[in-house]
T-cell receptor, first 110, second 117 residues
């Protein structure tokens, strides 16, 4: 079946630190992969995506590379800001379903 | 604004009340979804509508009743809810290609925070 596994949070960092949030997946076929972000009190927003192996998605300084050999789609950012504090969801889209991981809370302190 | 609008943003209802959640999108998407987000639980897909037909109902209790009158509007009718139904209810939409794949991701609304008392 299809599933997404994310590292448990919270991830607590100081401003300007390097961020990695791990995500691995299990899927049949060739899924598309996504990272969504949820700021407090809001719905989910698409952060970045990759639709095939070796694609790199990027947005707002965040990056993730679709690694088929390791079935991973880790989220990285070189220098986080306090405003990046949110919950981050890794997801895969296969056929007609979007399947989410459990989410990882990121807390960035000044 | 994401292009998916949910109303109301907050709702408090008693267990004997009947209420409806509304979702509206004008993105030209052809599929719409209801998700439930509870504290410390994964996002739960409740219902999927593709081209206005319900294609998925994930064992959701009958006290939740979806309605999709057209491709732009989605409702979730609520009646005789339980306190454990308190959660954030998220609506999403997507553009699916003819094979049913959605490579563009979903667009979410801001959600309705429901409290059942």
């Amino acid at each position: 079946g299809n599933s997404v596994t994310q590292m448990e949070g919270p991830v607590t960092l100081s401003e300007e630190a390097f961020l990695t949030i791990n995500c691995t997946y299990t899927a049949t076929g060739y899924p598309s992969l996504f990272w969504y972000v949820q700021y407090p009190g809001e719905g989910l927003q698409l952060l970045l995506k990759a639709t095939k192996a070796d694609d790199k998605g990027s947005n707002k300084g965040f990056e993730a590379t679709y690694r088929k050999e390791t079935t991973s789609f880790h989220l990285e950012k070189g220098s986080v800001q306090v405003s990046d504090s949110a919950v981050y969801f890794c997801a895969l889209h296969n056929t007609d379903k979007l399947i989410f991981g459990t989410g990882t809370r990121l807390q960035v302190f000044p | 604004e994401t292009g998916v609008t949910q109303t109301p943003r907050h709702l408090v209802m008693g267990m004997t009340n009947k209420k409806s959640l509304k979702c509206e999108q004008h993105l030209g998407h052809n599929a719409m979804y209801w998700y439930k987000q509870s504290a410390k639980k994964p996002l739960e897909l409740m219902f999927v509508y593709s081209l206005e037909e319900r294609v998925e109902n994930n064992s959701v209790p009958s006290r939740f009743s979806p309605e999709c009158p057209n491709s732009s509007h989605l409702f979730l009718h609520l009646h005789t809810l339980q306190p454990e139904d308190s959660a954030l209810y998220l609506c999403a939409s997507s553009l699916q290609n003819p094979s049913g794949q959605g490579i563009y991701g979903y667009t979410f609304g801001s959600g309705t925070r429901l409290t059942v008392v």
